[in-house]
């Protein structure tokens, strides 16, 4: 199995002129205004203009001198006649990188059914033996030692070595380690048996690995509960000493193991059920929640003598058993308060109406049902409500819970388990709700193993599985894939991880929508054509947020798709209209581009493949700059590279090449940089290509994470371009994009970028081939604005104003706003209309800069929770093993609880809890602002009325960059403007919204094989003194799975 969201003033003679006139008239109306105030304007434009002509020029001078960007360009027109340029054909690409998806997973595919095989053959050859000794390799103990250095039962030596394939996590090639959930006894006879029998897929687990060197995790989950896992690797518990992992409760088990089903929870509220058995009762209905993935379908009611869905917004549907929804019925259980009598004669005939009035509608799984009672007994068999509506067919199975020690209705609830083709158990504490709710799993799964169908399931993405990204995309194009469901396997915007550095994931993260990332798509038009496996194209206009979404680029995308046959999936890619639709090859020979390539300052994109590294074992450890040199020399006639990509490699290495030379000459010369403001010069090119120069020494560095791994944004990675590059990209060619990265404004190790993209053609559709900049000291780039800002145009030398001057606050800001010299240094990096909200404000009128509204659908919200710690110890093993000793004791004096003093008993697991309260992040929506300039407008002066105080301010564009010099009279008192900050703000969702969000049901594509019944299922075997013993294929079907490698 795979493992794997004021109209701006336009070009153009009529528009223009209309544009100029609306900037007189406000220009005018602006000037009545000072007079009324009693003030003029007090900050000449042209004086402005004159620094911001002296600044952009030198600072255009200094970017281009040592980046090398006229060279670089004037050497990419020499080879101009000899490239030929072509328009990227997206559905030709798309289809191919499908087919090649295809044929990986069908590799990963037969990898799995050799373990199939392998563990058939192992189980049906093995006598089980109730008295069998076996020391295994437990992955929690291997590798511990007791008091005096001698290994732990179930542990011993077990050789760990660190492996990059595994994310340098220490594994061991050779043999598998088991996993135990904690709850279970490690030396217990039925696993004992099972580990023994299933050493047998060691070798297979090695061989797959040698036949495909790409895959990574390989599994194999038993329905007794243990977990064997390839490559060896140690485990270690949490922070309460736990492991709660269990595999049957993963949904690529589950999803293995049963069909898509519809299910209805009846949970019993009369009076009978107050105290622990309320409390174990919700932990069994958690847990079945548990095991019900994005195919089910499931609802909640609760009875006495009324009915009460626990989400009354949902009474009468079903709805889809993703995360974010099962999460949102288990705040309710926590309301749910026993009293009363229990009608399930009613409830019962709820149940049944609900299954078959949502199954008309065709939005459920269209497969199995299932009602699960979860209750402390049944007066009655119910036969009359069966026969009305479950006989003879018997379509809806029956899963009673008792939730006690009694039995004296035991006898009911297995003959109603019993007569519609369920399986009854008892849960007397909550360290048995576990094992008890996962039989009703092996029950699903008969239709399947009578069968003898060996359906290849195919799960969303987990977290350290991305599907190889393509490299022919373009600088701001992307591959993405989806689900049947519309969930996103893989997307460069899909965060699964919280932001804390600690790799921990999202609750939700496999469930995220395509239409939460590409949500610019309102209708759900490229989203359903997916999920309906269909091939076309689809354009809209995006706004991509970037610099951790600090800033905005407006594209316009192409998209592409297709399905990728022999599985669930869709696959897209998104090219941006203009230079990203374009692409071009250029020719040198082998020997040229050998002989540059060997330069030191040369490098190549690490998560690049040039050369598939993954197929054969002694390349593994290759990087991709040896794996081309050998194949370009002939030596490893077995290494399979793109040789088009590898072409374009060496054109790249030979036209850049001069830089090299060039940059060394301006090291050599004493007389340049001599104040050493300029630390590194650097250049990427389309194919991943990158040179470093130094113009410092590595200590001296201010930022010496840039072009290091550490530096995410501005290398190249998988599934982006860095963001200098991309951002110049879309900047004037010729002009330079200045920005602050913002990982280094609070750390003292500031730093201004400056980098340009170099175009192959003058043409609009020009493809962009390369991009080059520079790192400079902040202080000095803050240094030649101030020097720039006491020019003047007078006679005597005697400027009107100075940046110096109090009553004059002077900006340098970026064409997103953000703050890269003030006077206050403080300021630095920060929003403008922070400081200046009042300035903000009048530029956003006046169209200088524009906002733009974006969302975020996986963020994460900071909330205070009283009881967070209630849910964990009811979910530890051993505290669950105590709160049942407690019980036993509460049993025997049985008193207590019928006065009520049970919750006296209990209220360490209640209050104490409640105190332990903390603030948590969890998902939630957000709306943030991001501003653009706009870049029609080179100049403007504007007035604010602050009380009568009129506050002047001029805005100028910077010649040959991104940036604008503000120029703004503080002598008035603005505080009465808030300040525009760009803060993300929750979208908050009335009941009724939060109502109907719930019941909407994005469009999906069911699943194509279904197994709900079998004519020659044994009924028989239903719970109680029958045992259920799930065939040898039913504990193998469901269980074995490999990953892919990203």
């Not at 709805?319 to 926590?334: G, P």
């Not at 913002?742 to 750390?747: K, P």
């Not at 002598?971 to 009941?991: A, G, L, Q, R, V």
């Amino acid at each position: 199995m795979f493992l794997l969201k004021m109209q701006v003033c336009r070009s153009g003679e009529v528009s223009g002129a209309w544009c100029a006139c609306l900037l007189l008239l406000f220009s005018t109306f602006s000037v009545k205004l000072a007079k009324v105030g009693g003030t003029h304007q007090s900050v000449p434009p042209s004086v402005v203009k004159l620094w911001a002509s002296a600044f952009g020029g030198e600072m255009k001078s200094i970017s281009a001198k040592y980046s090398g960007s006229q060279l670089l360009q004037k050497k990419y027109k020499e080879f101009e006649r000899a490239v030929r340029v072509e328009e990227i054909d997206g559905l030709r690409l798309v289809k191919q990188l499908a087919e090649d998806m295809e044929e990986m997973f069908h590799k990963k595919a037969q990898a799995m059914k050799r373990l199939v095989e392998a563990a058939e053959d192992a189980h049906q050859q093995h006598v089980e033996d109730p008295d069998l000794q076996y020391e295994y390799f437990n992955a929690v103990l291997i590798n511990e030692v007791d008091e005096v250095g001698n290994s732990v039962e179930l542990g011993g030596e077990f050789i760990l070595q660190p492996n990059d394939h595994f994310n340098n996590l220490s594994v061991n090639l050779s043999l598998s380690v088991v996993q135990v959930p904690t709850n279970m006894y490690n030396k217990d006879s039925a696993i004992v048996n099972g580990v023994f029998w299933s050493e047998a897929l060691n070798k297979v687990f090695v061989d797959n690995f040698e036949r495909d060197p790409s895959l990574i995790w390989q599994y194999f989950g038993s329905a007794k509960g243990f977990f064997r896992q390839y490559p060896g690797i140690k485990w270690k518990p949490d922070e309460n000493g736990v492991i709660a992992f269990d595999c049957r409760n993963r949904k690529w088990y589950i999803q293995a193991a049963t069909s898509p089903k519809d299910v209805v929870i009846l949970v019993d509220v009369s009076g009978s059920m107050k105290g622990l058995r309320l409390t174990i009762a919700r932990q069994t209905v958690s847990s079945i929640l548990d095991t019900l993935g994005d195919d089910d379908f499931f609802n909640i009611i609760a009875y006495n003598e009324e009915l009460h869905y626990v989400e009354p917004c949902l009474n009468g549907t079903l709805v889809q058993a993703d995360v974010t929804n099962k999460d949102h019925f288990r705040e309710h259980l926590d309301k749910l308060f026993a009293q009363g009598i229990g009608m399930l004669d009613v409830a019962l005939t709820e149940a049944f109406s609900l299954l078959r009035d949502f199954n008309e509608t065709g939005r459920g799984s269209d497969c199995s049902q299932a009602i699960m009672l979860v209750t402390d007994g049944a007066v009655d068999t119910y036969d009359a409500i069966f026969a009305k509506y479950n006989w003879p067919d018997r379509k809806v199975r029956i899963f009673p819970y008792l939730i006690g020690r009694e039995s004296a209705f035991a006898e009911n609830l297995k003959w109603m388990a019993c007569a519609n083709k369920g399986y009854f158990t008892q849960i007397s504490t909550l360290a048995d709700v576990q094992e008890n709710v996962m039989e009703y799993l092996h029950v699903l799964s008969r239709p399947k193993v009578i069968d003898q169908e060996h359906d290849t399931v195919w799960t969303e993405a987990y977290i350290d599985s991305t599907l190889p990204q393509a490299q022919k995309l373009g600088i701001h194009g992307y591959a993405f894939a989806i689900t049947n469901n519309g969930y996103i396997l893989t997307h460069p915007d899909l965060r699964p991880l919280y932001g804390d550095g600690k790799k921990r994931r999202k609750p939700n993260y496999s469930s995220v929508d395509l239409s939460e990332v590409e949500w610019e798509d309102k209708d759900d038009m490229l989203r359903n054509a997916m999920v309906n496996r269909k091939t076309g194209t689809f354009s809209m206009e995006v706004k991509k947020s970037v610099d951790k979404g600090k800033r905005v680029l407006e594209l316009h995308n192409d998209y592409y798709y297709t399905d990728i046959k022999g599985t669930p999936f869709s696959l897209g890619v998104a090219l941006s209209k203009g230079h990203g639709k374009f692409f071009f090859r250029g020719n040198v020979t082998v020997e040229e581009g050998l002989h540059d390539l060997e330069h030191p300052d040369v490098a190549l994109a690490d998560e690049w493949t040039y050369c598939n590294t993954d197929e054969h074992p002694e390349h593994r450890y290759l990087t991709q700059m040896e794996a081309i040199k050998l194949y370009l020399n002939g030596y490893e006639p077995h290494l399979r590279c793109d040789k088009v990509l590898i072409q374009e490699v060496l054109f790249d290495a030979v036209v850049t090449a001069p830089l090299e030379a060039y940059w060394t000459s301006l090291v050599l010369n004493k007389s340049e940089n001599s104040d050493k403001g300029v630390e590194i010069a650097y250049l990427g090119t389309r194919t991943g290509l990158s040179r470093i120069n130094l113009f410092v020494v590595p200590d001296e560095l201010t930022n010496q994470d840039f072009l290091t791994a550490e530096d995410k944004e501005g290398v190249f990675n998988a599934d982006h371009f860095p963001l200098w590059y991309k951002r110049a990209a879309e900047q004037v060619p010729g002009t330079f994009v200045y920005s602050l990265p913002f990982n280094t404004v609070s750390e003292n190790r500031s730093v201004v970028l400056a980098s340009t993209a170099i175009q192959l053609l003058d043409e609009r559709k020009s493809p962009i081939a390369a991009a080059v900049g520079i790192q400079m000291k902040l202080d000095f780039f803050q240094r030649k604005f101030w020097t720039a800002s006491k020019q003047c145009a007078a006679l005597d030398g005697k400027c009107s104003i100075s940046c110096e001057d109090e009553n004059i606050n002077c900006y340098l800001i970026d064409n997103n706003g953000f703050i890269l010299v003030a006077e206050d240094y403080t300021l630095t990096g920060k929003f403008f209309g922070e400081p200046e909200g009042a300035v903000m404000s009048k530029l956003l009128q006046m169209g200088s800069f524009k906002r733009v509204t974006l969302y975020d659908y996986q963020a994460l919200c900071w909330v205070y929770s009283e009881s967070s710690g209630s849910g964990h110890m009811l979910l530890d093993p051993y505290f669950a093993v105590l709160s049942a000793m407690k019980w036993i004791l509460t049993e025997l004096v049985i008193f207590l609880v019928e006065f009520n003093l049970y919750s006296w008993w209990y209220s360490d697991l209640t209050a104490k809890a409640q105190r332990m309260g903390r603030t948590m992040q969890v998902p939630c929506d957000t709306e943030f602002p991001a501003f653009i300039s706009e870049r029609t407008i080179k100049e403007n002066t504007g007035n604010v009325d602050c009380d009568g105080c009129i506050k002047s301010f001029v805005i100028q564009q910077i010649p040959s960059s991104n940036l604008f010099m503000v120029v703004v009279d503080n002598k008035c008192d603005c505080s009465m403007f808030e300040p525009i900050t760009m803060n993300p703000i929750e979208i908050m969702y009335n009941e009724s919204l939060k109502c109907e969000r719930l019941k909407m049901q994005k469009h999906r594509r069911r699943p194509d094989t279904c197994h709900p019944f079998h004519p020659e299922e044994n009924a028989m075997e239903c719970g109680g003194a029958a045992c259920l013993v799930p065939s040898a294929v039913a504990t193998l079907f469901a269980v074995l799975l490999v990953l892919l490698y990203r």
